[in-house]
């Protein structure tokens, strides 16, 4: 069965409730500079380092360094660099938002302006949205990665509904689709 082909149904008895993010994971030409962006500039405790003299997808030689950085529940954002000739270069990233971006959320207004403010004297381009229902920073880092800082607004909870979010959706696709919902 492809997943294509499953059903909201299908979900009712999954394997195993899927708990948090372990971690996403992205490479980079600098480790260092992402060190500093995401340790030092936002905070985030680089608490793994593994490296590797293989790779575990072809199997050949290989050499590169896996680097993880935590966030308050335990998730990580990590990073694989290569040593020069063991793989092609990243593929190159796009800084549009509506393309891929990382969201990162904080517990008040006042730290996503404090994270702006910070970024602003270290002349790191940024950029502020007041979205209806939550509050954010865009920022890139510095491999181009779209990393967004917000905070959810009161009203956020009320637009939790996965029945309603299935209702919406399913128009939404009628519409784009050009047919009735």
Same mark, same amino acid.
């Given at each position: 069965?492809?997943?294509?082909?499953?059903?909201?149904?299908?979900?009712?008895? $999954?394997?195993?409730?899927?708990?948090?993010?372990? /971690?996403? *994971?992205? +490479?980079?030409?600098?480790? =260092?500079? #992402?060190?500093? &962006?995401?340790?030092?500039?936002?905070?985030?405790?680089?608490?793994?380092?593994?490296?590797?003299?293989?790779?575990?997808?072809?199997?050949?030689?290989?050499?590169?360094?896996?680097?993880?950085?935590?966030?308050?529940?335990?998730?990580?954002?990590?990073?694989?660099?290569?040593?020069?000739?063991?793989?092609?270069?990243?593929? $190159?990233?796009?800084?549009?938002?509506?393309?891929? /971006?990382? *969201?990162? +959320?904080?517990?008040?207004? =006042?730290? #996503?302006?404090? &994270?702006?403010?910070?970024?602003?004297?270290?002349?790191?381009?940024?950029?502020?949205?007041?979205?209806?229902?939550?509050?954010?920073?865009?920022?890139?880092?510095?491999?181009?990665?779209?990393?967004?800082?917000?905070?959810?607004?009161?009203?956020?909870?009320?637009?939790?509904?996965?029945?309603?979010?299935?209702?919406?959706?399913?128009?939404?696709?009628?519409?784009?689709?050009g047919q009735e919902a």
């Amino acid at each position: 069965m492809s997943v294509a082909s499953f059903k909201r149904s299908d979900a009712a008895s $999954p394997v195993a409730r899927l708990q948090q993010v372990s /971690h996403t *994971a992205v +490479r980079t030409k600098d480790m =260092e500079a #992402v060190r500093r &962006f995401y340790e030092d500039f936002l905070g985030l405790p680089m608490v793994t380092s593994l490296v590797a003299d293989f790779d575990v997808v072809t199997k050949a030689k290989s050499n590169y360094i896996h680097c993880f950085f935590q966030l308050a529940d335990g998730s990580c954002i990590a990073f694989f660099q290569f040593e020069g000739g063991f793989r092609h270069d990243p593929l $190159p990233r796009s800084s549009d938002p509506y393309e891929r /971006h990382l *969201a990162l +959320r904080v517990d008040e207004k =006042e730290s #996503v302006d404090q &994270f702006a403010k910070r970024a602003t004297s270290l002349g790191i381009d940024n950029f502020i949205v007041d979205h209806d229902d939550f509050y954010s920073l865009y920022l890139l880092d510095p491999d181009g990665e779209q990393v967004e800082v917000t905070w959810h607004k009161p009203s956020f909870d009320s637009i939790i509904n996965s029945d309603e979010a299935h209702r919406i959706l399913t128009n939404w696709l009628s519409k784009a689709r050009g047919q009735e919902a």
